[in-house]
């Protein structure tokens, strides 16, 4: 006797597979209903595809336009629905310069797991951490770390790293150079002689390592679709064998030296012998002599730290690099009142100039503060989940539990605050008094307590990186090569901004060449 046989009506195999099916379909309906009609959210505006279901995000998300572009569907809702949206089942999102409450630190606001821990493929990091206090606790050894004075003393050696790109821009003389990839290689180096005491040495690489940075724009976009499919893509495409991973793209091959060169520098530090009395420990080493305990010092939770701050450092800083590039060489007056600015700092200090030095001249600052308005390095929205409270926007009043977010960019783009806010003009923040008031709306680096942890160590990348390739003492100049604004303008937001087009590209010339 079988299974089957004992059932009523004589269902078979295939009525049970179309019971199931119905089953299903009517559960799915009863689901949107209730999402439309009696969920909590269902009176707040916004399209009811939204509301109804969290594939209207993944369309946008995965799928339109290579993906990505949920950002620009939101942009549309504010416009037709008004400062409070409804973008998802469970999220609203707002719009507006002046409202921060989910992101107070009073709010004690969670990260939820959907959005942040599935992208970042489970690994259990300081940004990936849900909860404030997990995040607050695995913040503190950091803190000290990534401070204004512990960057300071770091100078010399991103100063090393950033003459290693000059002199290779000098070399290629009469060449064309993919400044994308350039500035890449120049954020990762820094960025892991800052972690690891020793860079990667992606500057060495001939071509600026055009297939690593290829391979970090797939991992990013993949951790897209690990958000979208419940967490399991980036653990499925561990489990599948190296040599059918490199069939599928041959970026995956770049991902394995990516996980075993972190891996080895991760394994390097931890056993490393305690430095001395006045040496600098590396910041792996920071983590094991802190008062963490143990399960927050394991080699998964080490690697998963370094590897946050690493792939957040490189796309944000040279994100902001490429654009400040890309609108100095196209506006010549622009560049040349750097050049003034800079020629005159030379003369009284010297070079290189101390970045403390470089953050006191206005013009310099105002280059550096527009492409952090313009770039917005940290472009995805931020949602939080307040689970003590309810909160309030204007009339509408947000039950907890839901997520909350906005968007940086929609911040710097309001043109209540930023006069032409698409347009690239440092010289809104020359007068001292304007910027004071124009500083509490510059936020490329998020909001609340949860800051992006190297903000500092990328203002500095900033300052000086710009300093150096734009100094008249430099010996070379650069001129855009059959480049447009879709190719270093963002387009796709995998929690860095990537564009549309090809890259930055340039042509090195003999300062005075025509």
């Known amino acids: 006797m079988t299974l089957f046989s004992t059932l009523p009506l004589g269902l078979g195999g295939s009525s049970i597979g179309a019971v199931l099916?119905?089953?299903?379909?009517?559960?799915?309906?009863?689901?949107?209903?209730?999402?439309?009609?009696?969920?909590?959210?269902?009176?707040?505006?916004?399209?009811?595809?939204?509301a109804a279901?969290?594939?209207?995000?993944?369309?946008?998300?995965?799928?339109?336009?290579?993906?990505?572009?949920?950002?620009?569907?939101?942009e549309e809702m504010h416009r037709i629905y008004g400062p409070i949206v409804r973008i998802s089942p469970w999220e609203v999102h707002i719009n507006d310069s002046d409202w921060n409450g989910v992101y107070k630190y009073s709010s004690k606001a969670a990260k939820p797991t959907w959005f942040y821990l599935r992208f970042f493929g489970m690994f259990p990091s300081t940004n990936s951490a849900e909860?404030?206090?997990?995040?607050?606790?695995?913040?503190?050894?950091?803190?000290?770390?990534?401070?204004?004075?512990?960057?300071?003393?770091?100078?010399?050696?991103?100063?090393?790293?950033?003459?290693?790109?000059?002199?290779?821009?000098?070399?290629?003389?009469?060449?064309?150079?993919?400044?994308?990839?350039?500035f890449r290689c120049l954020a990762t180096d820094i960025a892991t002689g800052f972690c690891f005491g020793r860079p990667f040495g992606h500057l060495d690489e001939p071509t600026f390592d055009h297939?690593?940075?290829?391979?970090?724009?797939?991992v990013v976009r993949a951790s897209m679709w690990s958000r979208h499919s419940f967490g399991l893509f980036i653990p499925l495409m561990h489990s599948i064998p190296d040599s059918f991973q490199k069939k599928m793209n041959p970026a995956f091959s770049r991902i394995k030296w990516m996980k075993e060169t972190m891996s080895g520098c991760v394994s390097r530090s931890m056993h490393k012998a305690e430095p001395a009395p006045g040496e600098q420990m590396d910041m792996v080493q920071t983590v094991l002599q802190s008062s963490l305990p143990a399960e927050e010092k394991t080699f998964l939770r080490l690697l998963s730290e370094t590897r946050s701050v690493i792939m957040a450092g490189t796309e944000t800083t040279a994100s902001v690099l490429i654009c400040i590039t890309a609108c100095l060489l196209r506006d010549p007056a622009m560049l040349a009142q750097l050049r003034q600015e800079l020629v005159a700092a030379e003369a009284e200090v010297g070079f290189?100039?101390?970045?403390?030095?470089?953050?006191?001249?206005?013009?310099?600052?105002?280059?550096?503060?527009?492409?952090?308005?313009?770039?917005?390095?940290?472009?995805?929205?931020?949602?939080?989940?307040?689970?003590?409270?309810?909160?309030?926007?204007?009339?509408?009043?947000?039950?907890?539990g839901t997520s909350i977010s906005t968007t940086c960019q929609d911040v710097h783009n309001d043109p209540k605050?930023?006069?032409?806010?698409?347009?690239?003009?440092?010289?809104?923040?020359?007068?001292?008094?304007?910027?004071?008031?124009l500083n509490?709306?510059?936020?490329?680096?998020?909001?609340?307590?949860?800051?992006?942890?190297?903000?500092?160590?990328a203002t500095m990348d900033l300052y000086c990186t710009v300093a150096r390739i734009f100094s008249p003492s430099v010996g070379f100049d650069m001129t855009l090569f059959d480049t447009t604004d879709e190719d270093w303008k963002a387009y796709h937001e995998w929690f860095a901004c990537f564009p549309k087009g090809k890259g930055l590209d340039v042509m090195i010339r003999r300062t005075g060449e025509a």
Request: proline residues 7%.
């Open 417 to 437: 605050i930023f006069e032409r806010p698409l347009e690239f003009l440092p010289g809104r923040w020359e007068n001292l008094e304007a910027r004071r008031a």
């Open 21 to 50: 099916f119905v089953g299903g379909l009517i559960s799915g309906l009863l689901v949107v209903i209730y999402r439309l009609t009696l969920h909590p959210l269902a009176s707040f505006p916004g399209p009811k595809l939204a």
């Open 131 to 182: 909860s404030h206090a997990l995040h607050q606790q695995r913040r503190a050894p950091l803190n000290a770390y990534f401070a204004s004075t512990n960057i300071q003393k770091f100078q010399p050696q991103a100063q090393g790293q950033i003459d290693k790109l000059v002199a290779r821009l000098r070399a290629a003389e009469g060449s064309v150079v993919s400044l994308s990839d350039a």
């Open 352 to 400: 290189p100039i101390n970045y403390t030095k470089l953050k006191e001249m206005p013009f310099l600052t105002g280059i550096v503060n527009e492409g952090l308005r313009v770039t917005n390095p940290t472009p995805s929205r931020l949602p939080r989940v307040c689970e003590t409270q309810d909160l309030k926007y204007r009339e509408w009043i947000i039950p907890r």
């Open 53 to 74: 279901t969290g594939l209207y995000e993944t369309y946008f998300e995965v799928f339109k336009d290579g993906g990505g572009r949920y950002w620009a569907e939101i």
């Open 440 to 457: 509490k709306y510059l936020i490329p680096w998020g909001r609340g307590t949860r800051l992006c942890l190297g903000m500092e160590l």
């Open 211 to 218: 297939e690593f940075n290829l391979t970090v724009r797939t």
